[in-house]
């Protein structure tokens, strides 16, 4: 049985094509939301209006670069709500640590 063939975008890196992981800098969110429109099960507004990544479990996770996995149902919504934030504070890493959309991406 043959390994089903995989097609990369050409403006991603390979390492967009395993698990990825999100997190926001606060210190740059703009409070805009099109994270929170592109992907409310991985983004959230806390009380302060700023975007911060959920778990999992839909636990909020408010301390200073907190990491979440992306469900790989939402992949394509994360990397558009990092490519499109006006804060560019919304940055997705393959899971060796390498930038695949955000502003270390650029």
């Known amino acids: ?12 890196p390979r390492s967009a094509t395993g698990p990825l992981r999100v997190w926001v800098d606060q210190d740059l969110c703009t409070g805009d939301g099109l994270c929170v429109q592109y992907a ?10 700023l975007a911060y990544v959920k778990d999992g479990g839909g ?7 907190a990491r ?4 790989d149902h939402l992949r394509l919504d994360v990397l558009d709500s990092a490519k499109e934030c006006p804060g560019e504070c919304i940055h997705v890493e393959g899971a060796d640590g390498t930038a695949v959309a955000g502003p270390s991406h650029r």
């Open 1 to 12: 049985m043959t390994e089903p063939r995989v097609a990369f975008a050409p403006s991603l």
């Open 40 to 49: 409310p099960e991985v983004f959230e507004f806390d009380v302060d209006g």
């Open 59 to 65: 636990e909020l996770l408010v301390a200073a670069g």
């Open 68 to 71: 979440a996995a992306v469900p």
